[in-house]
């Protein structure tokens, strides 16, 4: 069975996916056996921005493995190309081949949903919260999407390097929503006023320092995949005021510029909050939580695994 990525995209709903992300986050941070995720390997290309990504993981538990092939290079648009592939692990039979842009697109701003209702879950009861995206490509445009789609925001800005894109993104949206405004620079003060931020770019650089956020903001930070790439500055990452959460900590080790250059402190995992309920309201109001992601190949099994039992159903209704 073939899902292009308009099937993905009609199939693949939010509800049960986060739960399923939940699952697997949390049994892979309690290192259930029945749980396998090899590193991943990113094989660059000639030495320069472009790669060969592979990602496998088996889930014996659920009965399936799967395997992401992707390319990564940057400067064709879009950026992220290739295939999720889903097997039975109990007969190794195929089950599934989706593409793997809008599987990569949504199961990302899916896991940064889930960061947020971990991490920041009163400012998600707040009716005047504040969402800022920074850069408007597949994952500004996903997770405007995402984060619309599951909680009502009172204001939303968007920046991007490249302004055509948040333009487009908000007239994309107009019929939608009317509270959508353009930050034409990253000293805009009225970043200082979001509640949650998710940063969303390419970038080599910095580009948000501790002076530009508030005390209590949430960031998911995504771009970021290789030791030379950050989005967050050091004084960001190692203020007393910061709690850094990662995806994988052997993963951010290895490939999250931020936490490499600044060698931040990682608290904790995703996985190791679900269900816990002391460590997430232990969190004060005031903390800034960043929640750095890098990816990881539980993330698109869960995604092949709800995208999969929900067309089976279809076909034997
Ligand atoms: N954490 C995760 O699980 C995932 C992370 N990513 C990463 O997220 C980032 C965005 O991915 P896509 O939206 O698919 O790519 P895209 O190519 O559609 O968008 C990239 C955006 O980054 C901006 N950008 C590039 N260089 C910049 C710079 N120096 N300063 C400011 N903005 C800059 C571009 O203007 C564009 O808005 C990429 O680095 C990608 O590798 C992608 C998929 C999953
Ligand atoms: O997890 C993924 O998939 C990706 N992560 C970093 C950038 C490329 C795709």
Redesign the pocket.
């Given at each position: 069975m073939y899902s292009d990525e308009f099937t993905v995209k009609e199939n693949l709903s939010l509800s049960p996916l986060l739960e399923v992300l939940a699952d697997v986050f949390h049994r892979y941070s309690k290192h259930d056996p029945s749980l396998e995720q090899p590193l991943r390997s990113i094989l660059p290309i000639n030495d320069q921005q472009n790669a060969l990504l592979n990602l496998p993981c088996i889930d014996t538990q659920r009965g399936y493995m799967c395997v992401k092939t992707i390319t990564?290079f940057?400067g064709i648009?879009?950026?992220?190309d290739g295939v999720v592939s889903l097997f039975n692990s109990n007969n190794g039979r195929l089950l599934l081949i989706a593409d793997a842009k809008e599987i990569?697109a949504r199961r990302?701003a899916a896991v940064s949903f889930l960061a947020t209702k971990l991490l920041a879950s009163n400012k998600l009861k707040n009716e005047n919260a504040v969402l800022t995206i920074l850069?408007?490509?597949?994952?500004?445009r996903v997770h405007l999407d995402v984060f619309t789609e599951l909680f009502k925001w009172n204001k939303i800005y968007l920046w991007?390097?490249?302004m055509t894109?948040a333009i487009n993104l908000q007239s994309d949206y107009s019929s939608k929503l009317n509270n959508i405004e353009l930050l034409e620079n990253l000293n805009d003060n009225r970043i200082l006023q979001s509640d949650v931020i998710c940063t969303?770019?390419?970038?080599?650089?910095a580009?948000l320092s501790l002076h530009q956020v508030k005390k209590g903001v949430h960031i998911n930070a995504?771009?970021?995949?290789r030791a030379t790439?950050r989005e967050l500055a050091d004084d960001l990452m190692l203020s007393s005021d910061t709690t850094v959460i990662v995806d994988s900590k052997e993963s951010a080790m290895k490939e999250a510029g931020e936490i490499i250059q600044s060698k931040a402190e990682i608290v904790a995992e995703l996985g190791e909050l679900i269900e816990n309920n002391e460590f997430c309201d232990g969190i004060s109001k005031d903390k800034i939580t960043i929640f750095k992601?890098?990816?990881m190949a539980i993330e698109d099994l869960a995604a092949a695994i709800v995208l999969y039992e929900y067309l089976q159903e279809c076909r034997e209704k």
């Open positions: 990564s940057p648009l879009p950026a992220i990569t990302t850069g408007c490509g597949v994952q500004g991007s390097r490249n894109h969303c770019t390419a970038s080599k650089e580009l995504v771009g970021s995949f790439m992601s890098v990816g």
